[in-house]
């Protein structure tokens, strides 16, 4: 059974850092694409950030770049988002998701596993 754990959300001041961690069992990580996803109260989901299984190539939304940072690490089974210079709109639950495949896509319809979230707000 394939499960994703988030864990690193919180309280933070704008302009600070917060690094979200997930980790995936069940599977070997190698072999998958993952994804950070993000919905604020009363938004659709939005796609943060993706990290490609085989040439670790990565995307980001345009509202993130310069800001966020995806990687991974294939041998604990973890990937990790670097969050910086925070504002109150990245306010949300970050989700990771996973898909089986070499190409990330900043797409919900194309993963197949997902965890339940960790929130994350940005506030004074």
């Known amino acids: 059974q394939v499960q994703l754990v988030e864990s690193g959300g919180g309280l933070v001041q704008p302009g600070g850092s917060l690094r979200l961690s997930c980790v995936v069992s069940g599977v070997t990580l190698d072999y998958y694409s993952m994804a950070w996803f993000r919905q604020a109260p009363g938004k659709e989901r939005e796609g943060v950030s993706c990290?490609?299984?085989?040439?670790?190539?990565?995307k980001y939304v345009d509202s993130v770049k310069g800001r966020f940072s995806i990687s991974r690490d294939n041998a604990w089974n973890t990937v990790h988002l670097e969050m910086s210079n925070l504002k109150p709109e990245d306010t949300a639950v970050y989700s990771c998701a996973a898909r089986l495949g070499s190409r990330c896509y900043i797409n919900e319809y194309d993963y197949n596993y997902w965890g339940q979230g960790t929130q994350v707000t940005v506030s004074s």
């Open positions: 990290i490609a299984s085989g040439d670790g190539k990565t």
